[in-house]
């Protein structure tokens, strides 16, 4: 059995090598997906009162609406059309937007795959091949430890999430229109 922040690191290093391939311009739009996402699910849980019912705290219902969101969030952010502006200079800079397209890349896997993890810790693991980490298992206490250190723990909380929608949408006003 893989520990799950193995395979959190696998994932980091994979959005890594997707990020090197497709460039920066594409891959900062998934981060603002994955951004919009937690936005959207702090607004909807703490701003709709009649959904307090039917997503009652770790709830397998609450995990599937959030993991569903951010899943389609991130999906159309990899759909992202061709950004005639960025292609001519990065081709001409090749390197450099494949080396920042690895940061952003990396940070992606990070977004997503420890956002996803991290619902899936709050509702204490609702798969049959997943389980928490234990305590015992070194591997287990530095998963532990890395939840603390998630998206939605720091980034998914008000005011930051608000704060980051509104930086995300200042860097697209300036850099892509």
Do not use: C, H
Not at 75 to 90: C, D, K, L
Not at 100 to 128: E, V
Request: avoid cysteine; proline fraction near 5%; aromatic fraction near 20%.
């Amino acid at each position: 059995m893989v520990s799950i922040i193995v395979l959190f690191y696998i994932f980091v290093i994979l959005f890594a090598i997707v990020g090197a391939m497709r460039g920066w311009s594409k891959e900062i739009l998934v981060s603002f997906s994955v951004i919009l996402a937690l936005f959207l699910i702090s607004v909807i849980e703490n701003l709709a009162p009649y959904l307090k019912d039917v997503f009652q705290d770790e709830s397998p219902r609450q995990f599937w609406f959030r993991f569903v969101l951010v899943l389609v969030l991130v999906f159309f952010g990899y759909q992202t059309p061709n950004i005639s502006r960025f292609e001519a200079a990065a081709r001409r800079e090749k390197i450099s937007d494949s080396l920042l397209g690895i940061f952003i890349g990396a940070i992606n896997g990070y977004l997503i795959f420890g956002t996803i993890w991290y619902f899936m810790d709050f509702a204490k693991y609702p798969f049959k091949y997943f389980s928490a980490p234990l305590l015992t298992d070194p591997l287990g206490q530095k998963a532990i430890n890395m939840i603390s250190k998630l998206p939605p723990a720091w980034l998914g909380a008000e005011p930051w999430v608000y704060l980051s929608v509104g930086v995300a949408f200042l860097f697209v006003l300036m850099v892509f229109i």
